[in-house]
């Protein structure tokens, strides 16, 4: 049974930084292909970063590049997105999803619960 649990959201001023976390059981996060998005109230899901399987490769939605990196730990089986130089325009509920194809939201199989990421200007 495959899950995807999110952490590391929370309050932060602008210009602030964030670490989230996906905690991923039930399979090998490095052998498929991972994302992180977000949705704001009133706005459709969008992607922000995604890495290949192996981690060859990531990509990047074009408001978050140079700030936020995504990473995975094999050790740990875990998936981080690095934020930094928040934006209150970055403000939405991010969500892990697992097993679909760069930054394409429907292209997703499985999604955890969403983690909270509010920015304060």
């Known amino acids: 049974q495959v899950q995807l649990v999110e952490s590391g959201g929370g309050s932060v001023q602008a210009g602030g930084s964030l670490r989230l976390s996906c905690a991923v059981s039930?399979?090998?996060?490095?052998?498929?292909?991972m994302g992180w998005f977000r949705q704001a109230p009133g706005k459709e899901r969008e992607g922000v970063a995604s890495?290949?399987?192996?981690?060859?490769?990531?990509y990047y939605a074009d408001s978050v590049k140079g700030r936020f990196t995504i990473s995975q730990d094999n050790a740990k089986n875990t998936v981080y997105l690095q934020m930094n130089s928040l934006k209150p325009e970055d403000t939405a509920m991010y969500y892990c999803?697992?097993?679909?194809?760069?930054?394409?939201?429907?292209?997703?199989?499985?999604w955890g619960q969403g983690t909270q990421v509010t920015v304060s200007s």
């Open positions: 890495i290949s399987a192996r981690g060859g490769f990531t």
């Open positions: 039930g399979y090998t996060a490095s052998s498929y292909h």
């Open positions: 999803a697992a097993f679909g194809v760069g930054l394409r939201v429907a292209s997703y199989d499985y």
